[in-house]
């Protein structure tokens, strides 16, 4: 039998893992390419050929049953702390209120770094740690492994992540299990966390101070993309910094699509083939498609508190809703009309010419890539400021010449 793990390549191996914890004779192990991303490799002393990791690699369409789709947003949702519409937060809540363990991405402060990585929690008071949006691929370590040991001993667990992530924990657990529930966001790619460290070790140098913390979706202004960074002084004070997602080289080429990794832009599950019992994500667009459901118009969905796409893909899905989601409002939709505003609920993430010359410059160091942004971002900001000048009737003489 050939090992699939040894034809695995850029496009479709998502970098999860779980071949390397399920192999018997632990003959798989993940290694990091030049761009920070991980591989399996295979030690062909210790391989027998088993086929095992052949059925617990999951990168590919799955069909799921029948999808119900919402606009949805927490009772009692709170703009700075959650992502989108609190959802996530509403369920994590029930679920650790019922003595279950919740499994979500945290970016933690440890040994003066910040590190992206899958933890469990067991107390609510914890569960600001798995808020938020974090821009970067994480790191699961043992965490498939975890899960099922909680799983053998019936006790409840809610598992949040990418929609790779999820199906390859299914195929690592190679069963059905009553007690998980799993919750996938939509997801347009990651960077490596290698890419993150290198850019954030670039403003510590160029700032000579220490980033103690960082928000991709900072909500003190609203349901927007605006970011945050604490900065920390010598002396331990620390000083919050916002930023547009332009003024952030990092961000901004996440939110362009420039870094990700390379299987993320031909994903399988970025399309109807959802893995998670429930699919959550900014409803992007609900001014246009369903205004009927905010408050101005006389729903109960206040938009600037951020509005969630709520998909149910499967009945653990339903059961999932019924009972830990009382505390969420929501409206019916349809898949379609959630998707005309968020792409990655039908195709994948373009690959752009762009990725290649960031990869190749991170490679020299970040400040190669931070100069290339910049030159760009300039040129860019030149091209606003002359069309900014040209008179309106001018403009609308142009685009009828074009038609």
């Known amino acids: 039998m050939r090992n699939i793990i040894s034809e695995k390549n850029e496009t479709n191996c998502c970098g999860c893992g779980a071949c390397s914890k399920c192999c018997p004779r632990h003959a798989i192990y993940m290694e990091e390419d030049e761009n920070g991303f991980d591989y399996p490799k295979i030690d062909e002393s210790r391989c027998t ?53 919740v499994y979500g991405c945290a970016m933690l402060y440890e040994n003066q770094n910040l590190v992206i990585k899958h933890i469990g929690i067991d107390k609510i008071e914890e569960l600001c740690k798995l808020k938020g949006s974090k821009y970067v691929q994480s790191n699961l370590e043992n965490v498939y492994v975890e899960i099922k040991r909680h799983l053998e001993h019936n006790e409840t667990v809610l598992f949040s992540g990418t929609p790779c992530q999820i199906a390859e924990l299914r195929g690592y657990l190679q069963r059905t299990y009553a007690n998980l529930y799993t919750i996938e966001i939509i997801c347009h790619g ?37 970011g945050k960074m604490i900065l920390e002084n010598r002396d331990g004070s620390q000083k919050e910094r916002y930023f547009e997602p332009e003024e952030s080289s990092y961000y901004q080429m996440f939110l362009n699509g420039y870094t990700y990794r390379k299987s993320c832009y031909f994903c399988p599950f970025a399309s109807e083939y959802r893995q998670g019992d429930i699919t959550i994500g900014d409803y992007w667009g609900i001014e246009l498609v369903h205004p009927e459901y905010l408050k101005k118009y006389g729903g109960e969905i206040e938009k600037e508190k951020g509005v969630s796409c709520l998909i149910v893909n499967n009945e653990q899905g339903r059961t999932m809703l019924a009972k830990y989601g009382s505390n969420i409002i929501k409206y019916p939709s349809s898949y379609q009309r959630a998707a005309k505003y968020n792409a990655q609920l039908v195709q994948p993430s373009a690959l752009k010419r762009q990725r290649e010359k960031v990869m190749k410059l991170q490679k020299q160091n970040y400040a190669c890539v931070e100069r290339w942004y910049q030159k760009r971002r300039n040129r860019i900001l030149f091209v606003r400021k002359l069309r900014s000048m040209i008179p309106k009737r001018i403009k609308i003489f142009i685009r009828k010449i074009k038609v």
């Open 190 to 226: 990651v960077p490596s966390a290698k890419l993150f460290q290198n850019y954030l070790g670039y403003i510590e140098s160029k700032e000579g101070k220490k980033i103690a913390g960082f928000y991709f979706r900072d909500k003190s202004s609203g349901w927007k993309l605006y």
């Open 49 to 101: 050929e088993c086929g095992k990791c052949l059925k617990v690699c999951s990168f590919e369409k799955k069909e799921q049953s029948r999808k119900e789709t919402y606009a949805a947003q927490a009772k009692d949702a709170d703009l700075e702390e959650n992502a989108s519409g609190g959802i996530f937060t509403v369920l994590a809540q029930e679920v650790l209120k019922r003595k279950g363990i």
